[in-house]
């Protein structure tokens, strides 16, 4: 069996992406007692403007899927105020990272998280953004070390005590090569 993470753009409601947004409000029940209530529109996930992604490796039945990450877009963001001041208009928010608890240490979500910002620079993208919680500590470590920076809160949890915010600078990429199906 191989452990290779294969990432493929899916609709929001593809089943594989249900089943693993599933799992991570299930893990957020868990880790903070309460299921991520943040207002989604399955539309901010379809390209230009967002996409949802799916990560498969090799089962013993066949492709499994392990992984999920998504961003969408945000112009001139009223929270984002430090970025604003840098200059940043066009950011793009990570949402529903997750890895099957039975697939972690592999890498998976060192390679979506990689394969969201590809994809967002792509699609004009200056900065990713994300909330995750101090409940997460696999989480911002993995943040930090890719070089994300803790930022002033924002969002639907951004009065939150347990709230942590971070961005990073994306590199500028040629636009006459965009694909945000990648």
Not at 110 to 130: C, I, W
Request: glycine share 8%; proline share 7%.
């Amino acid at each position: 069996m191989r452990d290779e993470l294969r990432i493929e753009r899916v609709d929001y409601g593809h089943p594989d992406a249900v089943r693993l947004i599933a799992e991570v409000q299930a893990e957020y029940v868990v880790r903070y007692g309460g299921a991520d209530k943040t207002p989604l529109d399955p539309l901010m996930f379809e390209p230009p403007t967002g996409s949802f992604f799916v990560g498969y490796v090799d089962g013993p039945e066949g492709e499994e899927p392990v992984a999920s990450g998504a961003w969408r877009s945000h112009v001139d963001h009223p929270d984002l105020v430090s970025l604003a001041a840098a200059g940043v208009r066009r950011t793009a928010e990570v949402k529903r990272m997750y890895v099957a608890a039975t697939h972690r240490g592999h890498g998976h979500a060192r390679a979506m998280l990689s394969h969201l910002e590809r994809t967002a620079a792509e699609s004009g993208a200056e900065a990713m953004v994300l909330e995750t919680g101090t409940a997460q500590p696999e989480a911002i470590a993995l943040y930090t070390s890719s070089g994300y920076e803790a930022i002033a809160p924002f969002g639907h949890y951004k009065d939150a005590p347990l709230n942590r915010c971070f961005a990073k600078r994306l590199p500028v990429v040629s636009r006459t090569r965009l694909d945000p199906t990648r």
